[in-house]
């Protein structure tokens, strides 16, 4: 699967719950889904507000609470790095985000 540039189910999955959650920040999906999208704002300065970080929902069950969109969306975004939540387009965006994952899942460092 490495050689033909393919991600895993399970990556494939985090990659669509990131690409959907990029959609409803930039105003590309649906009300319905950017709804449930929310940006963290703390209320007073603190260095995490220029990390453009989620805020996650108080969830209950592990069982559905933590696998909502909602909750997936805000854990998977908050750990992407800088540069690929802030790509200036979709597409742009689509190809930081298969490199990082693919990178993660295969182990390759940065340079390959």
């Not at 590309?28 to 704002?41: C, N, Q």
């Amino acid at each position: 699967m490495c050689t033909l540039h393919w991600l895993p189910v399970r990556i494939r999955i985090q990659y669509k719950i990131l690409l959907i959650t990029f959609k409803a920040l930039n105003d590309l999906a649906p009300s319905y889904i950017s709804e449930l999208v929310r940006v963290y704002s703390p209320s007073k300065a603190l260095r995490s507000q220029d990390e453009f970080l989620l805020d996650p929902p108080k969830t209950k069950l592990k069982t559905y609470g933590d696998r909502s969109f909602e909750a997936a969306s805000a854990k998977e975004w908050n750990l992407l790095p800088l540069h690929i939540k802030l790509s200036s387009s979709l597409q742009t965006f689509k190809t930081n985000l298969k490199t990082h994952l693919f990178r993660l899942h295969y182990g390759l460092d940065s340079e390959n």
